[in-house]
């Protein structure tokens, strides 16, 4: 199975190499993207835009030839979820890591510096997000961090093909499993609305913060592995 890999904000491939060896182990054939104006100046990524990562992706499965699971983590989650609406009909599976199927929408706000946005740092996040991540993955992993396109995270996808959600889901969240997220999931307006449109969604709780790739990468494999087998 050919498996398309999407990173978060601020990351590239190499944030997916704590689990391509588990994928590859299982007989998968694991695709870790970088996208497109990540590290770039301004001067080469002003006009990039998440349309631009959609695409990317899109390119990705079409090269592909047969379906795929895509797995998006964080903001990535945007990108897969745009790149299944596209050609739901090739793609077997999302998996989506500590973020849900957007509505549509951006993704958020951050400040845009020399015309991109850098790394804001760990610390910018809440503890729930970065409390496992020990001081010296903070300082081995802050260095890998690239800007992205100032566009990226505030350019709303466009989603319109109703058959995505006819395509099955799977949820990793950091702390949250099915029945705490079931719990919560109405009170998120239109993101609780589309995920109740999915005709197959699965939750399972990975135990972590928002980096499990980082924090709990065994974890992390043995769950993708067991979500593209389903």
């Given at each position: 199975?050919?498996?398309?890999?999407?990173?978060?904000?601020?990351?590239?491939?190499?944030?997916?190499?704590?689990?391509?060896?588990?994928?590859?182990?299982?007989?998968?054939?694991?695709?870790?993207?970088?996208?497109?104006?990540?590290?770039?100046?301004?001067?080469?990524?002003?006009?990039?835009?998440?349309?631009?990562?959609?695409?990317?992706?899109?390119?990705?499965?079409?090269?592909?030839?047969?379906?795929?699971?895509?797995?998006?983590?964080?903001?990535?989650?945007?990108?897969?979820?745009?790149?299944?609406?596209?050609?739901?009909?090739?793609?077997?599976?999302?998996?989506?890591?500590?973020?849900?199927?957007?509505?549509?929408?951006?993704?958020?706000?951050?400040?845009?510096?020399?015309?991109?946005?850098?790394?804001?740092?760990?610390?910018?996040?809440?503890?729930?997000?970065?409390?496992?991540?020990?001081?010296?993955?903070?300082?081995?992993?802050?260095?890998?961090?690239?800007?992205?396109?100032?566009?990226?995270?505030?350019?709303?996808?466009?989603?319109?093909?109703?058959?995505?959600?006819?395509?099955?889901?799977?949820?990793?969240?950091?702390?949250?499993?099915?029945?705490?997220?079931?719990?919560?999931?109405?009170?998120?307006?239109?993101?609780?609305?589309?995920?109740?449109?999915?005709?197959?969604?699965?939750?399972?709780k990975i135990g972590s913060g928002h980096w499990p790739q980082y924090s709990a990468p065994e974890r992390l494999s043995e769950l993708l592995v067991e979500a593209v087998g389903r």
């Open positions: 199975m050919d498996i398309i890999l999407v990173p978060g904000l601020w990351l590239d491939a190499s944030s997916w190499d704590p689990v391509l060896h588990a994928l590859k182990t299982a007989g998968h054939r694991p695709f870790a993207m970088t996208m497109p104006g990540v590290g770039a100046p301004a001067s080469e990524s002003s006009e990039i835009g998440m349309a631009d990562w959609v695409d990317a992706v899109v390119n990705r499965i079409d090269e592909a030839g047969e379906p795929v699971v895509l797995v998006g983590h964080s903001g990535g989650g945007n990108v897969v979820w745009g790149a299944a609406d596209a050609r739901p009909e090739q793609v077997r599976r999302v998996v989506f890591v500590d973020t849900v199927p957007p509505p549509g929408g951006a993704i958020s706000d951050f400040t845009v510096v020399d015309g991109v946005i850098p790394f804001p740092g760990w610390d910018f996040f809440p503890d729930e997000d970065v409390s496992d991540l020990d001081a010296e993955t903070r300082a081995r992993t802050a260095p890998l961090a690239q800007s992205v396109p100032a566009r990226v995270p505030t350019d709303e996808i466009v989603l319109t093909r109703e058959s995505r959600h006819g395509i099955p889901v799977t949820l990793l969240m950091g702390g949250l499993d099915q029945q705490q997220f079931e719990s919560q999931v109405d009170g998120w307006g239109p993101y609780g609305e589309e995920y109740r449109a999915i005709a197959d969604a699965t939750v399972v």
